[in-house]
């Protein structure tokens, strides 16, 4: 079973930023595209940002220009640069594969606040 581990999040400004972190076991990482996704209080999970394993990329709109996704196969990782942020971004942050097919690991909380 694959293991996700989350790491990065805190409590940061608004226009601050900060670098997420998803270390996965597993030997098939290097092929499967990767999400970030997050999860407001009290409302659904949502896929923000995307990577193939040709590390071709996709945004969701309201993060387009301010998060950036990217991956390291050696290191079985992915990560996501988070600048600009806006108190909108605050949100449990979870990575997983597209179809969301492994284990959800525990997420890192990132809170945007003044």
């Known amino acids: 079973q694959v293991q996700l581990v989350e790491s990065g999040g805190g409590l940061v400004q608004p226009g601050g930023s900060l670098r997420l972190s998803c270390a996965a076991s597993?030997?098939?990482?290097?092929?499967?595209?990767m999400g970030w996704y997050r999860q407001p209080t009290g409302k659904q999970r949502e896929l923000v940002a995307q990577i193939t394993s040709v590390r071709s990329t996709n945004y969701t709109d309201s993060v387009k220009g301010r998060f950036t996704i990217s991956r390291d196969n050696a290191k079985n990782t992915v990560y996501l640069q988070m600048n600009s942020l806006k108190p909108e971004d605050t949100a449990v942050y979870y990575c997983n594969t597209l179809r969301g097919d492994w284990r959800w690991g525990q997420g890192t909380q990132v809170t945007v606040s003044s």
């Open positions: 597993g030997i098939f990482f290097s092929i499967r595209a």
